[in-house]
């Protein structure tokens, strides 16, 4: 009798630890999920267009770059702060980049995406949104968007022409920090010559074998960096300056 309550309890706890053990390779299963699905769900997460097209995959004809710039440069005009493009990277098979500075200053203003098949014009996600001090998230445009409409549509005008934000680090700094970081890459990627300085952060354009091939942030102050990896293949840099 003893040996049989003896062998029920051995297979209670080994039922219990079976249990116990698949609820655990569970949870670490689907954290494991979330980490590869992270950044798709990041654009819906921020409230942006999901229903981007694989380019090389439509059959459609993709908007010009001129007729890109013309909606850009509408988007912009509603900024009190007189904007301009500064450079587009043109991607294969993700929405295209504009970079935008400030006309007076020449100081990187904003980061924007642009859908190639509906024009739609977006605030790139990432260092834009959450290290930009001015035009961002946390800056005085973009905690207005956040408590209504606005942060998402191009008719602000808001004045933050009195903000003016200098970064701890300097360039050298923030360049050494991004080396570093594409070293321990292992990718034989390296920072490029050009770059833009925002209010609050860098972002260096990244070349693999003397090509252009991506690019990446430094924060300004922190040192972190944060590296864009929601481009798709680079097909062109157009430098407007």
Known sequence: MKKTNLILIVLGVVLIGGGLLGIIYSQLNQRDVQKTTSFNNIRGFMGVNTQYRNISDSEEEVYSIEELKKEVESYIENYKTPLEISDI???????????????????????????????????????????????????????????GRGYYDNDLAI???????????????????????????????????????????????????????????????????????????????????
């Open 89 to 147: 990277f043109v991607f294969s098979d993700s929405e295209y980049y504009f970079s935008i500075i400030e006309e007076e200053t020449q100081r990187g203003a904003m980061e924007l995406l642009v859908n190639p098949y509906t024009k739609e014009i977006y605030p790139e996600y990432g260092p834009n949104m959450m290290w930009n001090l001015k035009y961002g998230m946390h800056g005085g445009i973009g905690r207005r968007g956040m408590m």
């Open 159 to 241: 004045d933050n022409d009195n903000i003016s934000i200098d970064n701890d680090l300097t360039y050298e700094q923030a360049m050494n920090e991004a080396n570093d970081y594409l070293i321990k890459t292992g990718e034989a990627l390296e920072v490029g010559e050009e770059y833009h300085e925002f209010y609050g952060y860098y972002t260096f354009h990244v070349v693999k074998d003397d090509n252009p091939y991506g690019m990446l942030s430094v924060n300004g102050y922190t040192g972190e960096v944060w590296y864009h990896n929601w481009h798709g293949e680079l097909i062109e840099i157009i430098e407007m300056h």
